[in-house]
């Protein structure tokens, strides 16, 4: 019976007012789907910027069963004849590889760096993959000069043309995304030489795989190896197993075998253990996105719920009068639960369809930063997928249920009796001292919150889950307890009403607040909490990275290659060339630095290999606790030694006087800590020894960065100028330069944070309006009376601003007390078990006020643009 | 009930017509009323009367005829000037009483007073007057949620008469109080009319608040079928 009576009101009210209003209902589902968008673009954006992390041997492969990696460093080509030898007769193939990354060479003079577009050299067995082409390969020809290659005169086939590519020279193939006509030739930077080289032609699509990025490029394994000085290594071996009715079976045996022939000499990975890599690398800094981005649907959540409790005011004689005519509660309850669900539905559908859109800029913002401190990604488009556009669809629904329910509750449960009785004065709304004593209970039960650790992750992080949850308690808890202070503010405002009617009237609202004044307050105390409880984490962040470059960056020029822009990007600088560039006349002293990734415990780290000696004489180091004495500075006594980043020891639970066991090509080292190190440029965690020892271990003596202390006379932008014009693969940054790309780094890291907080704001502002909205449409008989006695329509709409003016500014009392707690919480819990990161705690007073002061400026100004409104609406007519 | 012997105009109403759509709710109605005089409007509903009084406190505008206030036109002021006349000139008595709900009984008495920025300390003595006059010196802090209908309908009239306005629009002002309520608020508003001098519209069914009015007009449909 229910449900047929449910399906008639939707039928004929339901829709039929959404019907009238079409505009109110466009901005209520326009508002939903601006929630669900902020959640769906960030995760778009999240699973685009981690899934561009792919193996990029896919391309070429289809897919490898295995990898095998050195912990650190390189693979010797030796491995191969013991790796086939171990084999024997198995039905697998073997695919080594060496991959670097390259940049596109640029003709820039200037000192100003403006981020390089890097590319993957993957330098693969031509003669082995081609073994592969006839079954892997879906267009044929496989390397060779394909159709729309420079110097291409048709499709090439055959083993006499494979050859002739082959032979022809370093050359390289570039993808079909990287340019619809490649290029004859292409300036690249490796290491510090620009080369240029042959395009041959284009990346074949093997048959299953992915197409190949614009950013891949590929070639003969021995040319690059040849290029970038790894003659004899390699970066990683890959194995394919036969498919076939044995292929699981083999795939087991292959795995196990390769662990027992490594000796640990190796690291064997799946292509699922890898992506997982880069997905726990990632999962902390990720999680905190989609926490944010969470809250614009929270705050979104909280206009549903305004908008339809307006709408349930609205329409309460309606519902009186189907209540008087025989309609159960039942029916009204699953009636208005439908509307929610129709808005949810609607608003599910914009959100997926902007957040898509959204996606596509996110994407970028989000991949500079993972490129920035995780590893190097190359994505610029955000790809969306049915489940995803499910699950935006089922949030906009389950969150417009949600904020539905109590309306509908309210609707249900109107008294025909009481409404469409006009005697009834609305009573005024009164505070509960059970809803004071639940706001304390909740912030005492956060204060506890703050206190337990955060939970670990699987595979690798941690996550702040009761710093999260004490956040929430003290927002909850802080919005409950600013209902309070709302009559203390009308209190202490007394005088204000008697010199002025519109400010009595606003006062004695204000005075004894109703359910929805109070909701106002919370919501808007929750968006200015979290903004400006943000900007204090910035600022904090921002003063203590100023802090550690002053102590930190003390040589006047910083060199790198251009091709090592991202956290894991190796690009080595040649012994000879860090030997021109120390021989500089103006040069004083240099400090070489040698970063590589490090399999430690299970997850990649960077080994750094300093001059610890030069570094500590040059006050180099930002300590978080000093080594006890100098034995880590002599590389006669510091064999054993390590220094470890802040990050690592968070992480791994290591203090001075643990010791750390680094595999390297010479052995495992059992390294003891010495001291622990700030390092707010690396968070996955950082172990550092002597270069002295580096060189020892891998046999090897180049460095990955060279800093040079010039002499007192010297100009830095002059001889950063003449270095520059030596070698244009150089990056090469002044101090100021690099102070500025550290600071601009971290801006743009924070960047997307901020869209974020202000879109919650905007949407808390959005609320105050509905909010008095429907409090206006609550009074219209007040309205009217307030008419009749003589207000005009500036005092009625002043009355509406000065008690949107109380709301807000008890929001932003409430809000900026809340944002003091909220900084000290992301400071030093959340983005210590995060990160790992120690931060002093500077707090914006001119940002917070500036924050304060516009959100209560919007909402008096909003408040009045409603009072004017409400001014104006019809006066009730009684025949 | 005599008439005032020497009535100045107050208000006057010539040829007022207003239609809703189709529906003409008043046609070409004419009256007049002096200082100190009572007009009771009476009729079935959806007559008119309601709407009348609307036209002439400006909460709704006719579409033909004219309306004048002490000498104001009514019909030519924009929406501010209205607000104006209404704070100076006209007080005004709701059925349902309409008291603000948040304010006090002696505050809702006090806010005409406040709008005509009337000074504090005579505000205090205006509405202590009032609270005395009607009876209501003990519920001056109550909130109208904490008042009966009587003494609600009593801080009604005292609001409306604080402010000492030259016009009363009285809209079914015993139409939700008991019999005995009704007569005291009735015999009340009568007392301060004859004290004060000022004019009343009351718009009514009832035949005992009609006959306790100096005159009557009854509408039907519109229009004026019996009166002056």
Redesign the interface.
């Known amino acids: 019976m229910s449900v047929a009576v449910t399906r008639l009101l939707f039928r004929r009210f339901t829709l039929r007012h959404a019907k009238l209003a079409p505009r109110s209902t466009a901005l209520l589902v326009g508002i939903l789907g601006l929630g669900v968008a902020v959640f769906v673009s960030i995760r778009l954006a999240n699973r685009a910027a981690v899934s561009s992390f792919a193996n990029f041997t896919d391309v070429l492969t289809g897919q490898s069963d295995f990898t095998i990696q050195a912990p650190a460093g390189t693979l010797p080509e030796s491995v191969l004849p013991e790796l086939r030898a171990a084999l024997g007769a198995r039905p697998v193939d073997i695919i080594p590889l060496v991959e670097e990354t390259a940049a596109q060479a640029r003709l820039e003079t200037r000192s100003t760096p403006a981020r390089p577009v890097t590319y993957t050299l993957l330098g693969v067995d031509l003669i082995s993959l081609a073994n592969l082409a006839g079954e892997r390969s879906a267009d044929g020809g496989y390397f060779q000069q394909g159709p729309g290659a420079p110097g291409s005169r048709g499709a090439g086939k055959g083993a006499e043309e494979f050859w002739k590519v082959y032979t022809a020279g370093p050359q390289l193939w570039v993808s079909r995304a990287f340019a619809a006509v490649p290029p004859a030739t292409l300036d690249l930077v490796l290491g510090e030489n620009v080369r240029t080289l042959r395009v041959a032609g284009v990346i074949p699509t093997a048959r299953g795989a992915p197409p190949a990025p614009a950013t891949l490029m590929v070639l003969d394994l021995p040319q690059l190896q040849a290029l970038v000085g790894k003659v004899g290594r390699l970066d990683r071996v890959e194995f394919l197993v036969e498919s076939g009715p044995r292929a699981t079976e083999r795939r087991a045996e292959l795995g196990a075998l390769l662990e027992q022939v490594g000796h640990g000499r190796w690291t064997v990975s799946t292509p699922t253990t890898h992506r997982e890599s880069a997905e726990t690398m990632t999962r902390a800094f990720r999680l905190n996105l989609t926490i944010l981005s969470l809250i614009a649907l929270l705050v979104g959540l909280y206009l549903i719920f305004q908008a339809l409790d307006g709408a349930v005011v609205r329409r309460r004689t309606e519902i009186a009068i189907l209540r008087s005519l025989g309609v159960e509660e039942r029916s009204i309850l699953l009636a208005w639960l439908a509307e929610s669900a129709l808005i949810g539905l609607l608003g599910g559908a914009v959100g997926v369809l902007l957040g898509w859109i959204a996606a596509q800029f996110a994407v970028r913002a989000v991949g500079e930063t993972v490129n920035a401190l995780y590893f190097a990604t190359t994505v610029h488009a955000a790809g969306l997928r049915p489940g995803e556009a499910a699950l935006g669809l089922g949030l906009g629904v389950a969150a417009s249920l949600a904020a539905g329910w109590w309306p509908a509750r309210m609707a249900a449960r109107t008294a025909p009796a009481q409404v469409l009785s006009r005697a009834a004065a609305p009573a005024p709304g009164r505070s509960r001292s059970s809803e004071l004593g639940l706001g304390i209970g909740l912030i005492l039960l956060g204060t506890g919150l703050c206190r337990l650790p955060p939970v670990p992750l699987p595979g690798f992080g941690r996550f702040p889950l009761a710093g999260y949850a004490a956040a929430l308690a003290w927002i909850f808890g802080g919005g409950l307890v600013c209902g309070w202070i709302i009559p203390a503010l009308a209190h202490a405002a007394r005088a204000l009403g008697r010199r002025w009617a519109p400010a009595r009237i606003a006062l004695s609202h204000l005075r004894r607040p109703s359910g929805r004044h109070r909701l106002a307050v919370a919501a808007l105390h929750c968006a200015v909490g979290m903004a400006a409880g943000m900007a204090i984490l910035v600022t904090s962040f921002e003063q203590t990275v100023r802090g550690w470059i002053d102590h930190t960056l003390q040589a006047d020029l910083y060199i790198g290659s251009e091709a090592g822009a991202s956290g894991t990007a190796q690009s080595f600088i040649s012994v000879a060339a860090m030997d021109r560039l120390v021989a500089h006349p103006a040069v004083a002293a240099s400090a070489r630095l040698t970063l590589l990734p490090l399999n430690f415990e299970g997850v990649t780290i960077t080994l750094a290999g300093a001059d610890l000696a030069v570094q500590h004489r040059r006050g180099a180091f930002a300590w978080v606790r000093p080594p006890p004495d100098e034995a880590v500075w002599e590389p006669t006594r510091n064999a054993a030694l390590a220094l470890v980043s802040e990050a690592f020891a968070e992480r791994f639970h290591r203090a001075v006087g643990a010791t750390v066991r680094v595999a390297t090509p010479a052995g495992a080292q059992t390294l003891t800590i010495a001291g622990i190190f700030a390092d707010y440029g690396n968070e996955r965690g950082t172990i550092m020894v002597d270069r002295a020892q580096l060189r020892k271990w891998f046999a090897d003596d180049r460095a990955t960065h060279v800093s040079l202390w010039l002499k007192p006379a010297a100009d830095a932008e002059t001889v950063r100028a003449e270095l520059r014009r030596e070698f244009p693969g150089l990056a090469i940054y002044t101090n100021v330069k690099l102070r500025a790309e550290v600071l601009r780094i971290f801006r743009q890291t924070f960047g997307i944070t901020y869209a974020l907080e202000i879109i919650g704001v905007l949407v808390a502002v959005v609320g105050l309006a509905l909010t008095l909205t429907s409090v206006l449409l609550d009074r219209r008989e007040e309205l009217t009376t307030l008419r009749a006695l003589g207000f005009d329509r500036h005092e009625l709409a002043s009355a509406a601003a000065l008690e949107g003016a109380g709301i807000a500014t008890t929001a932003v009392a409430g809000g900026l007390t809340l944002s003091l707690a909220l900084g000290w919480l992301l400071i030093h819990v959340i983005n210590k078990q995060s990160f790992g990161w120690t931060l002093s705690f500077g707090v914006p007073w001119g940002q917070l006020a500036a924050v304060g002061a516009s959100v209560v400026a919007t909402g008096i100004l909003v408040s009045y643009v409603v009072g004017r409104w409400g001014a104006n609406l019809p006066a009730d007519r009684e025949e | 009930m005599a008439l005032p012997s020497s009535s100045i105009p107050v208000l006057t109403v010539c040829g007022v017509s207003k239609s809703y759509g189709a529906r003409r709710?008043l046609d070409r109605v004419s009256l007049a009323v002096g200082s100190g005089e009572s007009l009771a409007l009476t009729g079935p509903?959806?007559?008119?009367?309601?709407?009348l009084l609307?036209c002439i406190?400006g909460?709704?505008r006719p579409d033909e005829g004219t309306i004048t206030v002490r000498e104001e036109p009514v019909q030519a002021l924009d929406?501010?000037a209205l607000?104006?006349?209404?704070?100076?000139h006209?007080g005004?008595i709701?059925?349902?009483?309409?008291?603000?709900?948040?304010?006090t009984a002696a505050?809702n008495i006090e806010?005409?007073l406040?709008?005509l920025d009337v000074s504090?300390p005579e505000r205090k003595v205006r509405v202590a007057k009032a609270l005395d006059r009607m009876r209501l010196q003990q519920r001056a802090d109550a909130?109208?949620?904490e008042l009966s209908?009587g003494e609600?309908q009593r801080v009604a009239i005292a609001?409306a008469l604080v402010h000492r306005p030259a016009l009363i629009l009285a809209?079914e002002p015993t139409g939700?109080l008991d019999s005995a309520n009704g007569a005291n608020i009735l015999g009340l508003l009568h007392e301060l009319i004859a004290e004060t001098g000022i004019a009343l519209v009351l718009v009514t069914h009832s035949e005992e608040a009609a006959a306790s009015c100096h005159r009557r007009i009854d509408l039907r449909d519109g229009r004026i079928v019996a009166g002056p």
């Open positions: 709710v509903s959806g007559s008119g009367k309601t709407t609307n406190g909460v709704d929406s501010d607000a104006r006349l209404r704070r100076t006209i005004t709701f059925q349902f009483f309409h008291l603000l709900p948040t304010l505050e806010l005409p406040q709008l504090a909130l109208p949620g209908g609600q609001r809209d939700n």
